[in-house]
């Protein structure tokens, strides 16, 4: 092998390493920000933010979300297990949300129509 060949070779080895290394970091530290359930979802976080969720139903933007009822809201979904204050939300992973929450992949439970 020629000295320039086998240069070639160690720097993109080494290259290969660190793109590997600094990726599986990311990943670590990005899956400890993860929220656990029982966690309190919060409209700042990002998914819930691109779902719409809001944590009163009366607050949604109507003409972002024009088919959005008053009478759609988390206690009412089929995802949302809990009580009358709140309860976990198979949707996002079982975070705690309010009875009074809503987003946009909200599903009328048929029990509590």
């Known amino acids: 092998m020629k000295n320039s060949n086998r240069r070639i070779f160690l720097i993109h ?16 530290e990005n899956k ?3 929220a656990a359930p029982g966690e309190r979802l919060s409209e700042a976080d990002s998914y819930p933010k691109s779902m719409g969720f ?20 988390c206690s009412r979904c089929q995802l949302y297990e ?3 204050n709140e309860g976990e ?22 029990s509590a129509a």
């Open 13 to 28: 080895s080494a290259a290969i390493t660190s793109a590997t290394l600094a990726t599986q970091v990311y990943a670590a």
């Open 32 to 34: 400890m920000k993860a």
């Open 54 to 73: 809001k944590l009163d139903t009366k607050s949604v933007d109507k003409t972002r979300y024009p088919r959005h009822t008053t009478e759609q809201y």
């Open 82 to 84: 809990g009580n009358a």
């Open 89 to 110: 939300c198979s949707f996002y992973g079982g975070r705690i949300v309010p009875s009074t929450g809503w987003c946009k992949n909200f599903k009328l439970n048929k």
